[in-house]
């Protein structure tokens, strides 16, 4: 009985697995030369301007083509952003492009009444008397006007109660079935 492959399959593609483990490590090794190196001495051997210097698109693409560390390429594709003018402006259609966020609405030396754990409610508790005591000094004209414009309104006549439907009977409960299951043991 075989299991799907051969043994000559199973050995070619474990060779093959071996090799691309191979290869992935040769090319972290190089990632970490290059990461190592500093970027004056990279860009002077591939003969490539600062990503600051760049001045058009094309010098870019040649950029980011080399073989460079990504910190290099970073740089170049923020030079690109500020050069073409198609990548600079946002078209409003970026989700989530707007600040959301407090510090943009924040007012110099502004002070909040909340506390943590004791919340709002202490803080106010002053102001309410306050106000409290600010309407109990209402001048007797400003009540008499309001007891004027009440007796004006028109009055709602009552509403008769209108009968609730009868409720629904309790349903009945059904018999509980289980589910069976055969297993062949052959």
Do not use: C, H
Request: proline share 8%; no cysteine.
């Amino acid at each position: 009985m075989s299991t799907g492959r051969d043994f000559w399959s199973r050995r070619r593609a474990g060779v093959e697995a071996e090799e691309q483990v191979l290869e992935a490590r040769v090319a972290e090794a190089e990632v970490a030369k290059l990461e190592e190196r500093p970027d004056e001495e990279l860009l002077a051997e591939l003969n490539l301007p600062e990503p600051e210097d760049l001045d058009s698109p094309d010098a870019v693409r040649d950029f980011l083509q080399a073989e460079l560390p990504q910190r290099l390429k970073t740089r170049a594709l923020r030079r690109l952003w500020r050069l073409n003018p198609i990548f600079a402006n946002l078209d409003g259609l970026v989700d989530y492009g707007e600040d959301y966020t407090d510090a943009a609405m924040v007012i110099e030396n502004m002070q909040t009444v909340y506390q943590v754990g004791k919340g709002m409610v202490t803080a106010f508790l002053d102001d309410e008397e306050d106000e409290a005591e600010a309407v109990d000094e209402v001048p007797a004209e400003e009540v008499e006007q309001i007891e004027v414009e009440e007796e004006e309104a028109p009055l709602i006549a009552e509403a008769e109660p209108v009968p609730l439907p009868d409720p629904e009977p309790e349903p009945t409960a059904m018999p509980q079935r289980r589910m069976r299951f055969a297993f062949d043991t052959a």
